[in-house]
């Protein structure tokens, strides 16, 4: 078996304005640390319309693809831009996710990194937000549930903003284990433990500003590992984001690039477990290039040695 790594180079046409922290270097500094990984290289297909209404409805869907611009840059919401190229890679990276669902359940390779870009986590049905267009992840546990038959499929979130994306498209969805968890207070404003989701299917971890690497391996020893074994997914989702790294310029945590190891590992421990290793990691956020690069690597690296 071997670890399928799936990107394009549409993902670096969706251009934002200069100092947007969403930006076209992000993906090429992931590329570039995992370039002497041993992967298999897909490119990622463009999303087929039948997985995107999983999630957003057609007029949404419409609206995105009429509001690229020619020229310039479009802005949708107060953090959201598109450009032309934007809705081929925004596309992509929907279609990514859904197809490497399909291989890893398909038994063509052990699990999957999605390097793709527009991150997908904070994307509502009817709205973008975030720098996020359509649901990625959302859509790829859709798919896998609907079009694979699987039972029960689990989200993990380790980006430091809530998923509220993720939570918003999945939580009248007993099928899916949503776990989040984020810096709170931070944007969006969402994402506290109390909110369990309208089927009781979401786990929100706050952690507060300055959290150190202690106080994030014990939370998800005691609560993250627990549940997901308890809920035993068929299939494991990954949104990973590497922006509550310490050096990262949008949040206040405190995590090393090794807690990104020591969670790789140990979600694909409970992977191992539960659904034979089969786990697909889509890129979502981190603004500090360098620290960005280092802990996708890390988490990649963990992800082709568990995949052999």
Not at 93 to 108: M, S
Not at 229 to 242: D, R, T, Y
Request: glycine letters at 8%; a negative charge.
């Amino acid at each position: 078996m071997t670890t399928a790594l799936l990107t394009h180079p549409d993902c670096l046409e969706h251009v934002t304005p200069s100092g947007h922290p969403e930006q076209v270097a992000r993906l090429t500094y992931v590329l570039d640390a995992i370039k002497d990984i041993d992967l298999k290289q897909y490119k990622a297909p463009l999303a087929a319309e039948d997985d995107l209404l999983r999630c957003h409805p057609q007029g949404y869907i419409d609206e995105i693809r009429a509001k690229e611009p020619t020229v310039g840059f479009r802005q949708l919401d107060e953090d959201t831009h598109m450009s032309f190229g934007s809705v081929n890679a925004a596309w992509r990276a929907a279609g990514g996710a859904v197809k490497a669902v399909d291989l890893v359940l398909g038994g063509e390779v052990k699990n999957a990194f999605v390097a793709t870009r527009p991150p997908g986590h904070h994307a509502l049905a009817d709205a973008p937000m975030g720098f996020c267009l359509f649901g990625n992840v959302s859509i790829a546990a859709k798919h896998a549930l609907d079009f694979h038959g699987l039972d029960r499929v689990a989200i993990v979130d380790f980006d430091v903003h809530h998923g509220n994306g993720t939570q918003a498209l999945c939580e009248n969805d007993p099928r899916i284990l949503v776990v989040t968890s984020q810096q709170v207070p931070l944007w969006p404003g969402s994402g506290e433990p109390s909110d369990r989701g309208q089927a009781g299917n979401i786990v929100n971890i706050a952690f507060p500003p300055q959290a150190s690497s202690d106080q994030f391996r014990k939370v998800y020893e005691e609560q993250v590992f627990p549940q997901l074994e308890a809920f035993n997914p068929q299939l494991l989702l990954i949104s990973a984001g590497f922006d509550a790294h310490k050096d990262d310029p949008l949040a206040e945590l405190a995590f090393e690039t090794e807690d990104y190891t020591w969670v790789t590992e140990r979600l694909v421990d409970v992977a191992d477990k539960c659904c034979q290793g089969r786990v697909v990691s889509v890129l979502e956020g981190g603004y500090n290039l360098d620290a960005l690069a280092v802990s996708a690597a890390a988490h990649v690296k963990v992800l082709e040695e568990r995949g052999r």
